[in-house]
T-cell receptor
Framework: GAGVSQSPSNKVTEKGKDVELRCDPI?????LYWYRQRLGQGLEFLIY????????KSGLPSDRFSAERTGESVSTLTIQRTQQEDSAVYLC??????????????FGPGTRLTVL | DQQVKQNSPSLSVQEGRISILNCDYT??????FLWYKKYPAEGPTFLIS?????DKNEDGRFTVFLNKSAKHLSLHIVPSQPGDSAVYFC??????????????FGKGTLLTVNP
């Protein structure tokens, strides 16, 4: 079956512009996660959606970052007034609403964002 | 302050030999640990995990060892194959159950397996 998909695969933008990154989760998955990986670093948690519950936004690095998800569908991560330090690979993962630790959610291929 | 540390940025081994990747953590609340493998231009792929109630978990060529008192875990790959060449990330979570995969990752170790 289809995995998590993300678009675009690459995005180059100028400093100060806004960007929108898209994540299509696996069908039926209620949970969705955004992470980012900056060069030479590990993955950093950004935000977590679970069904219709309030999202856990504790990882968002600044108020320039926001994310939306309606129900169990697509999520968009928006970065306003991009800065060079926002350059990273942005990764999305989704999972079912299992109550115990099953196989961890698969990641999508990521969007490589470059801010010039 | 890095809570999950992979102190070796890279490791090179010969095909057929054992690869040992190490990871240290500082947060005593972590009780679930995972290893991911990442190829260039792809998302990380889950490899193997271990709960803090165990000290060893094995899956085929991959074994993860956990030493809670030392806050240390390691991934052993035996025998190593050229296709294992990738970046390996150690990750940890304070949740032992539930669907909250809010993970803290190390910076990764680049493993190169030479034919």
């Amino acid at each position: 079956g289809a995995g998590v998909s993300q678009s675009p695969s690459n995005k180059v933008t100028e400093k100060g512009k806004d960007v929108e990154l898209r994540c299509d989760p696996i069908s039926g998955h209620t949970a969705l996660y955004w992470y980012r990986q900056r060069l030479g670093q590990g993955l950093e948690f950004l935000i977590y959606f679970q069904g219709n519950s309030a999202p856990d936004k504790s990882g968002l690095p600044s108020d320039r970052f926001s994310a939306e998800r309606t129900g169990e569908s697509v999520s968009t991560l928006t970065i306003q007034r991009t800065q060079q330090e926002d350059s990273a690979v942005y990764l999305c993962a989704s999972s079912g609403k299992e109550g115990t630790w099953g196989r961890p959610p698969p990641f999508g291929p990521g969007t490589r964002l470059t801010v010039l | 302050d890095q809570q999950v540390k992979q102190n070796s940025p890279s490791l090179s081994v010969q095909e057929g030999r054992i690869s040992i990747l190490n990871c240290d953590y500082t947060n005593s609340m972590f009780d679930y640990f995972l290893w991911y493998k990442k190829y260039p231009a792809e998302g990380p792929t889950f490899l193997i995990s271990i709960s803090s109630i165990k000290d060893k978990n094995e899956d085929g060529r991959f074994t993860v060892f956990l030493n809670k008192s030392a806050k240390h875990l390691s991934l052993h790959i035996v025998p190593s194959q050229p296709g294992d060449s990738a970046v390996y990330f150690c990750a940890a979570s304070p949740n032992s159950g539930g669907s909250n995969y809010k993970l803290t990752f190390g910076k990764g170790t680049l493993l190169t397996v030479n034919p």
